[in-house]
């Protein structure tokens, strides 16, 4: 199994123990801000110019959603 294979499987593993934790999809907003916040200290404990390798993620990441709610699909 590869290394991307093996954080897909713990992610999705995180994502089916939040959802059976809490139900209410709108809930789980505490936790995607969570888990970002980690990122963006890894982000930035590596590298201090990742921050802003990091705001541009965070801005594909809002395209993204955007896309999201206008197409349905990601």
Do not use: H, P, V
């Given at each position: 199994m590869s290394k991307e294979d093996e954080l897909r499987d713990l992610l999705d593993g995180t994502a089916k123990a939040i959802s059976q934790s809490y139900s209410d999809p709108r809930t789980w907003l505490s936790w995607v801000v969570y888990f970002l916040g980690?990122?963006?200290?890894?982000?930035t404990d590596e590298n201090p110019v990742h921050k802003n390798y990091f705001?541009?993620?965070?801005?594909?990441?809002?395209?993204a959603?955007?896309?999201?709610?206008?197409?349905g699909g990601w």
């Open positions: 980690r990122l963006e200290l890894q982000a705001r541009d993620m965070l801005s594909g990441l809002q395209d959603i955007r896309n999201r709610i206008k197409t």
